[in-house]
């Protein structure tokens, strides 16, 4: 099965600098990449995700890039803000061939912006 | 209706005990998912929902047990639990669309501890 492993655990940046988090996976055959935000005591929300036929996708301050044959993908947060200080988690999944519902996450990187 | 809803938020049970936990999302969606999460930790996939069918079941034991009584409802009842069981459980909805990843909403939890 697919595993993904994500870097680092812990972030700590000060507010105004960038974050940058990094995820590996296994299973080539992995074609959609979500990243998921989740704040102390809340549900996790989806804020970027990238499919494998592209290779960056940005929307304001977050980007994600994807590079396939190494299997990694990376998100980067610019001029970081303390409301950005939550756990990030990424994830990979594997489209079509009745896989569509199977997210397999990374161990998490909480991220600390310090004022 | 955008939002997935589970009750109860909290819940503490003993060992011996039956309860049920409820969700409920209004979005049309027809995938329907519960996860386990303990504390920093990622979410783990327990089961998913496909037209109300049983479509995955990750290996969990018999002393959980899913329903879904019709396309807006999942419910999983709880029963024999035990200390190790205590944990934070999401149920998540998504759409259902062939060769097309479906985001999945998750819904804010309901904090369970095993007494």
């Known amino acids: 099965g697919e595993n993904v492993e994500q870097h680092p655990s812990t972030l700590s940046v000060q507010e105004g600098d960038s974050a940058v988090i990094k995820c590996t996976y296994s299973?080539?055959?992995?074609?959609?990449f979500p990243w998921y935000k989740q704040e102390l005591g809340k549900r996790p929300q989806l804020i970027i995700d990238i499919r494998s036929n592209v290779g960056e996708k940005k929307d304001q301050r977050i980007a994600v890039t994807l590079n396939k044959t190494a299997k990694h993908f990376s998100l980067h947060i610019t001029e970081t803000q303390p409301e950005d200080s939550a756990v990030y988690f990424c994830a990979a999944s594997r489209v079509g061939g009745g896989s569509n519902y199977k997210l397999t996450f990374g161990k998490g990187t909480l991220l600390t912006v310090n004022p | 209706d955008t939002e997935v809803t589970q009750t109860p938020k909290h819940l503490v049970m003993g060992m011996t005990n039956k309860k049920s936990l409820k969700c409920e999302q209004h979005?049309?969606?027809?995938?329907m998912y519960w996860y386990k999460q303990k504390a920093k930790k990622p979410p783990e996939l327990m089961f998913v929902?496909?037209?109300?069918?049983?479509?995955i079941n990750e290996s969990v034991p018999s002393r959980f047990s899913p329903e879904c009584p019709n396309s807006s409802l999942l419910n999983l009842h709880l029963h024999a639990l035990q200390p190790e069981d205590s944990a934070l459980y999401l149920c998540?909805?998504?759409?259902?669309?062939?060769?097309?990843?479906?985001?999945?909403?998750f819904g804010p939890g309901t904090r369970l501890t095993v007494l």
């Open positions: 299973d080539s055959a992995s074609n959609y």
């Open positions: 998540a909805s998504s759409q259902v669309r062939l060769a097309i990843y479906n985001e999945q909403f």
């Open positions: 929902y496909s037209y109300e069918k049983l479509s």
């Open positions: 979005m049309g969606h027809r995938a």
